[in-house]
């Protein structure tokens, strides 16, 4: 989401909606039922992406190739059967899905969902005001630029969103699935089944904090997701706000 700063990385995230005092041992997980797979995607390459700069909430679409860039996970998801599939509402994330899933995958049960897509605006990235659209480069010399950098949970972009209202409407996002999740529940569920598999088509930076508020040890960060990329959470709901959660290879 910012820009890869040596040097300027800051540790002090938002932390982990997971309570230490009411979660269950990390040691624990081998002998848990996972209840939801979460397979989450970072759109495709845009232009502004390529030239480094800041690319929040401004609507742009990916370059052209985009088909051949994200063809690898195309091909990676091709049958896999999602129970929801959620996708920012922003442009590049509407064409990565259009690609990676097609129409036709949908329709014809190839790529199987229990109902349409579902566009969701709390999956956009943080909204970064009036840097939207700028460079490293074109900030480094504003104080608040550099005060932001070193303490983005304290400054606020100038037009832009804090970072408050970034974690909560994530947290807000988690709360969904729980709700979803916990209503699924009107009979025992097999043991051996899969858990269900849900596809969130979204942005790097959003990845990054879903991440560190899922998984024990991890800060802002501790992944790096490129365009085109899928990463896969295992998760427990030990309760609202409480999950127990698990990295898997990809």
């Known amino acids: 989401m910012k820009q890869d700063i040596a040097a300027k990385r800051t540790v002090e995230y938002a932390q982990s909606p997971n309570s230490q005092e009411d979660k269950v041992p990390y040691d624990a997980k081998e002998d848990l039922h996972w209840d939801m797979e979460l397979v989450l995607v970072r759109h495709g390459t845009t232009l502004w992406n390529k030239e480094r700069r800041y690319l929040g909430h401004s609507d742009l679409g990916l370059l052209p190739g985009a088909e051949q860039e994200l063809k690898p996970l195309q091909e990676k998801l091709q049958g896999q059967s999602f129970a929801r599939i959620y996708c920012s509402d922003l442009m590049r994330c509407r064409q990565t899905l259009q690609i990676i899933v097609p129409e036709s995958e949908l329709t014809s049960g190839g790529s199987l969902s229990t109902m349409s897509p579902m566009m969701e605006p709390r999956l956009r990235e943080l909204h970064f005001g009036e840097w939207d659209g700028k460079t490293y480069d074109m900030l480094k010399d504003v104080s608040l630029y550099r005060a932001w950098i070193d303490e983005p949970q304290r400054i606020t972009p100038p037009g832009g969103e804090s970072w408050a209202d970034f974690v909560n409407r994530l947290r807000k996002f988690l709360d969904s699935l729980y709700e979803w999740r916990v209503a699924m529940e009107v009979q025992p569920m097999d043991l051996t089944a899969a858990p269900p598999s849900v596809l969130v088509v979204t942005h790097g930076g959003v ?15 501790s992944l790096n997701p490129k365009p085109g990329e899928a990463f896969r959470i295992q998760l427990r709901l030990a309760g609202r706000h409480n999950y127990i959660a698990e990295m898997l290879p990809h």
């Open 207 to 221: 990845i990054r904090q879903l991440a560190c508020m899922l998984i024990p040890g991890h800060d802002f960060w």
